[in-house]
């Protein structure tokens, strides 16, 4: 089955791709989710923010996405930008100790404006 029960939004704002995702981010959705991330990092120079607020939860494909795209903004002198986190989510990412490789905006605009 390849059916997605998320939604996810995408927003060029300036220079900056927002991602929206929308639902939890578990199975074949986070595969989604982090194929749709993976695909935005392919850009010559990503300017990526991810906007937290509608994600209740997520499981280890959402992490391992998160994961794999902090890296590879990490090699390029960059960094994975997260607006809006849920307290759980933020919650995961701390437990899982994936949150120091991460800059967390408590809203939008900051987080967009963080790339001027």
């Known amino acids: 089955m390849n059916a ?3 939604r996810i939004e995408q927003q ?6 927002v991602l929206t ?4 981010l578990v199975d074949q959705d986070a595969e989604h989710f982090a194929a ?3 695909g935005l ?18 499981d280890s494909i959402a992490l391992e ?11 390029r002198a960059a960094g994975l930008k997260l607006a809006c986190v849920t307290a759980t989510c933020r919650e995961i990412l ?4 994936l949150a120091p490789r991460l800059r ?4 939008l605009q900051d987080a967009i404006k963080s790339f001027l």
């Not at 701390?94 to 100790?97: D, S, V």
């Not at 967390?104 to 809203?107: A, K, L, M, P, V």
């Open 4 to 6: 997605h029960r998320i």
């Open 12 to 17: 060029r704002v300036g220079s900056v791709e």
């Open 21 to 24: 995702p929308m639902g939890a």
């Open 36 to 38: 749709t991330l993976s």
């Open 41 to 58: 990092l392919k850009t010559a120079n990503p300017r990526v923010v991810l906007s937290m607020q509608e994600v209740p939860y997520m």
């Open 65 to 75: 996405g998160l994961s794999t795209a902090a890296d590879e903004l990490a090699d």
């Open 94 to 97: 701390e437990l899982t100790a």
């Open 104 to 107: 967390f905006f408590e809203n």
